[in-house]
Nanobody, 119 residues
Framework: QVQLVESGGGLVQAGGSLRLSCAAS????????MGWFRQTPGKGREFVAR???????YYADSVKGRFTISRDNAKNTVYLQMNSLKPEDTAVYYC?????????????WGQGTQVTVSS
């Protein structure tokens, strides 16, 4: 399994920005498919964004145009740049990895980082 450590969460006012980082273990990071998910109390885990090893990205409709997922393979790190934040973006954000063999399911998860957006 891949070890994942998120950072960068915090408290921000509506309209503000935050950048989350997720550092991954392993020597084949460039081949991992990486994703960000979020969860609020009483709700299931919600998909936010994903990026393939080749850099192809996909976003949930709720964040499209505001969030950007990117990766730095030299640093084994994936990022989530969050702009124009809204109170409904408040959640615990989780980083996830689908490491080879790529199955289409994320099989490694970080511990989560809290993002709170005040109105």
């Amino acid at each position: 399994q891949v070890q994942l450590v998120e950072s960068g969460g915090g408290l921000v006012q509506a309209g503000g920005s935050l950048r989350l980082s997720c550092a991954a273990s392993g020597r084949t990071f460039s081949s991992y498919r990486m994703g960000w998910f979020r969860q609020t109390p009483g709700k299931g885990r919600e998909f936010v964004a994903r990026i393939s090893g080749a850099g192809t990205t996909y976003y949930a409709d709720s964040v499209k145009g505001r969030f950007t997922i990117s990766r730095d393979n030299a640093k084994n790190t994936v990022y989530l740049q969050m702009n124009s934040l809204k109170p409904e973006d408040t959640a615990v954000y989780y980083c996830a990895a689908d490491s080879p063999p790529i199955t289409g399911s994320f099989d490694s998860w970080g511990q989560g980082t809290q993002v709170t957006v005040s109105s």
